[in-house]
């Protein structure tokens, strides 16, 4: 029967879990609620980051955009040019290319198989 009371004893000396628990309780709580709001702080310092990183990439697309847009207008403007200098070319050569036709015969019309050009008017 001397059993008995030795492990009654070691079980009284453990303390009450229950008020353990309390005191961890009352303490996490405040550890998260300043975890939480460190936390919350941190994630939106890093929204903002996002966010300005995000605006610093659509600026510099934007820019790159226009940029490249004035780049394609001026080479539309050499195309046009382009264009326009190899109609007027070819209307010169067809001029030309009737006014020998008409010297050697006065009232013949230039044969089509033998015009380079279709005619442009």
Do not use: C, W
């Not at 309780?25 to 975890?35: A, G, M, P, V």
């Not at 195309?79 to 050697?104: C, H, P, W």
């Amino acid at each position: 029967m001397e059993a008995k009371p030795k492990t009654m004893k070691v079980l009284q000396l453990l303390p009450n879990p229950s008020l353990k628990k309390k005191r961890i309780s009352k303490t996490s709580e405040r550890q998260s609620s300043l975890y939480v709001a460190r936390k919350i702080s941190s994630q939106i310092s890093q929204n903002e980051e996002e966010a300005n990183r995000r605006t610093q990439e659509a600026e510099t697309a934007a820019q790159r955009a226009i940029r490249l847009r004035a780049h394609a207008q001026a080479l539309m403007e050499q195309a046009d040019l382009a264009t326009y200098r190899a109609v007027m070319a070819g209307r010169i050569f067809y001029a030309k290319f009737n006014m020998s036709a008409s010297q050697a015969t006065p009232n013949s019309k230039p044969d089509p198989d033998v015009m380079p050009f279709a005619s442009i008017d």
